[in-house]
């Protein structure tokens, strides 16, 4: 039921299962969707498998646009009762955000509850979250998402401020709902506020210690938690199933004796909830900042899967403001797949590493290609730093990994490549003087030694 999918040159059949056929399970939904194109609903069963949901059956209509009051067309409508009815559901999954009145249309056409694909993605969410800042980020995006759908669940009490006593001035329910959940809104926004700024406090001691950070982005369920404990020997919770990550997970690691910062970012999917961009805005700005975005890409996917998945997660970034960061794409999973569609791959991708986390195939390739784009933004340096600089000299141990290191009697001769945004500390050590002004000493003599005497070692001072 892959829609020809299967094949591609994976080993194991198709990126997404059946998921959960079980006719006794306690919430059974029957899948919807419209559209120009015949839809796919593999996501949306994974979805409904990883939110526990077993799925009764699906329905499908071609239409240039969705219904805008029933989403579905009458015809549709009927048929989607008879398959209620023959199929035993008890709720109705739509791939699609509805509108409220959609929603609400749809529920007393069919008699059962109605969610949306949103519902589904923040229920998934509210249940995955680990960490205090996260739960906020969620329980914020579901009341942006419910304060719309306030209107007519409390119809039946809308004139409750009439009778005796009790006229006058006052609040319907739905407005004391509508004023308490906007309290509620506002709370929790200075509350995240507050974790942003813990999150800035965090970062500013990063950047004062100059690590180059790299962040892992990439659709749900690409294999990004694998591949951080791949690099980094970290023991990340993995899982196989949608949006397990949630709140970021920054490790350290090493190429070439330098010490990188590896961040794993919560996944993207299609149709990503605009709620959960903005709510979890701290977030993603982990990959904001980041030096260098190393793209995560299940390669064991069909190739209109791929390209489906690489332009949903460009556009969130684009949407966050982190398009035009640095970044290298990772096709994932590799090990998945055979040699045909490999070669394919590197046709289609020429520029991107083929790696597999699971079984560490190509890590040493990523290692490579991430320290090349590294290196090209390094400035060699050349220095002279006297013994009693001790702090200066193990900063640059840090900072600059390999290096040359010579003893001698005025002090550490250096050579070595750090980031431009850092050589320019280190330029009163330059065996060339200050760029910009007189040779170092006044005259182009070293710490610790007479005016004059490094001219017979000018030309040694700058091999």
């Given at each position: 039921?892959d829609?020809?999918?299967?094949?591609?040159?994976?080993?194991?059949?198709t990126?997404?299962?059946e998921?959960?056929?079980?006719?006794?399970?306690?919430?059974?939904?029957l899948?919807?969707?419209?559209?120009?194109?015949?839809?796919?609903?593999?996501?949306?069963?994974?979805?409904?498998?990883?939110?526990?949901?077993?799925?009764?059956?699906?329905?499908?209509?071609?239409?240039?646009?969705?219904?805008?009051?029933?989403?579905?067309?009458?015809?549709?409508?009927?048929?989607?009762?008879?398959?209620?009815?023959?199929?035993?559901?008890?709720?109705?999954?739509?791939?699609?955000?509805?509108?409220?009145?959609?929603?609400?249309?749809?529920?007393?056409?069919?008699?059962?509850?109605?969610?949306?694909?949103?519902?589904?993605?923040?229920?998934?969410?509210?249940?995955?979250?680990?960490?205090?800042?996260?739960?906020?980020?969620?329980?914020?995006?579901?009341?942006?998402?419910?304060l719309?759908?306030?209107?007519?669940?409390?119809?039946?009490?809308?004139?409750?401020?009439?009778g005796?006593?009790?006229?006058?001035?006052?609040?319907?329910?739905?407005e004391?709902?509508?004023r308490?959940?906007?309290?509620?809104?506002?709370?929790?926004?200075?509350?995240?506020?507050?974790?942003?700024?813990?999150?800035?406090?965090?970062?500013?001691?990063?950047?004062?210690?100059?690590?180059?950070?790299?962040?892992?982005?990439?659709?749900?369920?690409?294999?990004?938690?694998?591949?951080?404990?791949?690099l980094?020997?970290?023991?990340?919770?993995?899982?196989?199933?949608?949006f397990?990550?949630?709140?970021?997970?920054?490790?350290?690691?090493e190429?070439?004796?330098?010490?990188?910062?590896?961040?794993d970012?919560?996944?993207?999917?299609?149709?990503?909830?605009?709620?959960?961009?903005?709510?979890?805005?701290?977030?993603l700005?982990?990959?904001?900042?980041?030096?260098?975005?190393?793209h995560?890409?299940?390669?064991?996917?069909?190739?209109?899967?791929?390209?489906?998945?690489?332009?949903?997660?460009?556009?969130?970034?684009?949407?966050?403001?982190?398009?035009?960061?640095?970044?290298?794409?990772?096709?994932?999973?590799?090990?998945?797949?055979?040699a045909?569609r490999?070669?394919?791959?590197?046709?289609?991708?020429?520029?991107?590493?083929?790696?597999?986390?699971a079984?560490?195939?190509?890590?040493d390739?990523l290692?490579?290609?991430?320290?090349?784009?590294?290196?090209?933004?390094l400035?060699?340096?050349?220095?002279?730093?006297?013994?009693?600089?001790?702090?200066?000299?193990?900063?640059?141990?840090?900072?600059a990994?390999?290096?040359?290191?010579?003893?001698?009697?005025?002090?550490a001769?250096v050579?070595?490549?750090?980031?431009a945004?850092?050589?320019?500390?280190?330029?009163?050590?330059?065996?060339d003087?200050?760029?910009?002004?007189?040779?170092?000493?006044?005259?182009?003599?070293?710490?610790?030694?007479?005016?004059?005497?490094s001219?017979?070692?000018?030309?040694?001072?700058?091999?």
């Amino acid at each position: 039921m892959d829609n020809g999918r299967q094949g591609q040159g994976r080993r194991d059949g198709t990126r997404y299962g059946e998921g959960i056929r079980n006719p006794r399970a306690r919430q059974r939904a029957l899948l919807i969707a419209a559209g120009p194109e015949e839809p796919d609903l593999s996501e949306l069963r994974e979805l409904l498998r990883t939110a526990g949901v077993a799925v009764a059956g699906e329905l499908t209509q071609r239409r240039a646009h969705p219904d805008p009051d029933r989403y579905l067309g009458k015809g549709k409508l009927s048929e989607l009762r008879r398959l209620i009815s023959s199929s035993g559901a008890n709720l109705v999954a739509c791939d699609d955000e509805l509108a409220p009145r959609q929603e609400r249309n749809l529920e007393s056409e069919t008699g059962v509850p109605v969610i949306d694909r949103t519902a589904i993605i923040l229920d998934i969410f509210a249940d995955h979250a680990g960490s205090a800042e996260g739960n906020l980020q969620v329980e914020l995006a579901q009341l942006e998402y419910n304060l719309a759908r306030m209107p007519g669940l409390w119809t039946h009490l809308e004139r409750l401020g009439g009778g005796i006593g009790t006229r006058g001035p006052g609040e319907t329910q739905i407005e004391t709902d509508r004023r308490l959940a906007r309290d509620r809104i506002a709370a929790l926004r200075r509350r995240l506020e507050r974790a942003r700024a813990t999150r800035a406090t965090m970062r500013r001691e990063r950047e004062r210690a100059h690590l180059t950070t790299v962040a892992l982005a990439g659709y749900t369920n690409a294999g990004k938690s694998t591949l951080l404990n791949a690099l980094t020997g970290a023991s990340a919770g993995v899982r196989d199933r949608l949006f397990h990550t949630l709140d970021p997970t920054t490790r350290s690691f090493e190429i070439g004796g330098r010490p990188y910062l590896l961040t794993d970012t919560v996944g993207f999917i299609r149709k990503l909830p605009h709620q959960l961009v903005e709510a979890f805005g701290a977030t993603l700005e982990e990959t904001l900042r980041a030096d260098l975005i190393v793209h995560v890409v299940d390669a064991s996917a069909s190739e209109e899967d791929v390209e489906e998945m690489i332009g949903a997660v460009e556009g969130t970034l684009a949407e966050i403001g982190a398009g035009e960061r640095p970044h290298l794409l990772a096709l994932n999973k590799v090990d998945l797949i055979d040699a045909e569609r490999r070669r394919e791959l590197s046709f289609r991708h020429p520029s991107a590493t083929q790696v597999s986390a699971a079984t560490g195939e190509g890590l040493d390739a990523l290692r490579a290609a991430i320290e090349a784009r590294f290196l090209s933004g390094l400035e060699p340096i050349d220095l002279l730093v006297p013994y009693r600089e001790g702090g200066p000299l193990a900063e640059l141990h840090e900072l600059a990994g390999e290096l040359e290191r010579d003893d001698t009697p005025e002090g550490a001769r250096v050579r070595a490549r750090v980031p431009a945004g850092v050589a320019a500390r280190f330029e009163r050590f330059s065996v060339d003087g200050p760029r910009g002004g007189e040779p170092r000493g006044g005259g182009g003599g070293r710490v610790g030694e007479p005016r004059g005497a490094s001219d017979d070692r000018t030309g040694a001072g700058s091999s």
